[in-house]
C-alpha cells in the first residue's frame, strides 16, 4: 500500500515552453501533497505544500506564477513549469500524506531537463 | 529558522557497522525521519523518532535526543546495496526539512 506515482518520469522541452507533472497517490487519499526539488548531489527543497481543495502554500523563494500547483483531488496533484528555463532542469519528487499521518510516501521522482 | 546538519559523506567497509549522525536545530520540533535514496530515485523511508529513545528495525536503529538536537541512524551487517544517501528531515509542523544528506560509500 501507499504508493505514488509521477507522470513522467522524464521530460526535455524547449526553454519558454510548459510542462506538468502529475503526481497521484494509487491506493490512498492524500489530504496533503508536497512538492520538492533536487539538484545534483544536494538535498530535496521543499518548493510548495498543496492541500485539496485549496491553494498552495509556496515556501520562501518558490515563485508561485512559475510554478502551478493544482491540487483538485484526493489523490491527484500537478505541478507546471511555466516559462522554463535551463535552470529549472532538476529531479522534481512530490510526496504525499493522509489526513492525521506522520509519514509521507514519495513518488518515484520527475527528470525535467529544459534544452 | 532551522539548521540541520550531517555529514557529507562517510564510508564503511561490507559487514561492518556504521553510524550516521544528524544535528538540528529548530523551532517547533515535531518528530525526525531517515530516509534512504539511491541515485536517480525517489527517497524511501527507513525509521522515524519523535520521543527521545532508540528505534530498532532489523539492521536499522535510530536514535533521538530532543535535549541535544541529535539523532543517528545505525546500520548493521552492512551490504553493498546499502550504498545510497542517507537524508535526515525534521518535521516542523506539516512540512519535512531536509538535511544535505550522506553519502554512504561501502566498500568489499
Known amino acids: 500500500g501507499a504508493v505514488v506515482s509521477q507522470h513522467p518520469s522524464r521530460v526535455i522541452c524547449k526553454s519558454g515552453t510548459s510542462v506538468k507533472i502529475e503526481c497521484r497517490s494509487l491506493?490512498?487519499?492524500?489530504?496533503?501533497m508536497f512538492w520538492y526539488r533536487q539538484f545534483p548531489k544536494q538535498s530535496l527543497m521543499l518548493m510548495a505544500t498543496?492541500?485539496?481543495?485549496?491553494?498552495?502554500?509556496?515556501e520562501q523563494g518558490v515563485e508561485k506564477d512559475k510554478f502551478l500547483i493544482n491540487h483538485a483531488s484526493l489523490t491527484l496533484s500537478t505541478l507546471t513549469v511555466t516559462s522554463a528555463h535551463p535552470e529549472d532542469s532538476s529531479f522534481y519528487i512530490c510526496?504525499?500524506?493522509?489526513?492525521?499521518?506522520?509519514?509521507?510516501?514519495f513518488g518515484p521522482g520527475t527528470r525535467l531537463t529544459v534544452t | 529558522g532551522q539548521n540541520i546538519d550531517q555529514p557529507t559523506e562517510m564510508t564503511a567497509t561490507e559487514g561492518a557497522i556504521v553510524q550516521i549522525n544528524c544535528t538540528y536545530q529548530t523551532s517547533g520540533f515535531n518528530g525526525l525521519f531517515w530516509y534512504q535514496q539511491h541515485a536517480g530515485e525517489a527517497p524511501t523511508f527507513l525509521s522515524y523518532n519523535v520521543l527521545d529513545g532508540l528505534e530498532e528495525k532489523g539492521r536499522f536503529s535510530s536514535f533521538l535526543s530532543r535535549s541535544k538536537g541529535y539523532s543517528y541512524l545505525l546500520l548493521k551487517e552492512l551490504q553493498m546495496k546499502d550504498s545510497a544517501s542517507y537524508l535526515c528531515a525534521v518535521r516542523k509542523g506539516g512540512k519535512l526539512i531536509f538535511g544535505q544528506g550522506t553519502e554512504l560509500s561501502v566498500k568489499p
Open positions: 491506493d490512498f487519499q492524500a489530504t496533503t
Open positions: 510526496s504525499a500524506r493522509t489526513s492525521g499521518g506522520n509519514e509521507q510516501y
Open positions: 498543496s492541500n485539496e481543495g485549496s491553494k498552495a502554500t509556496y
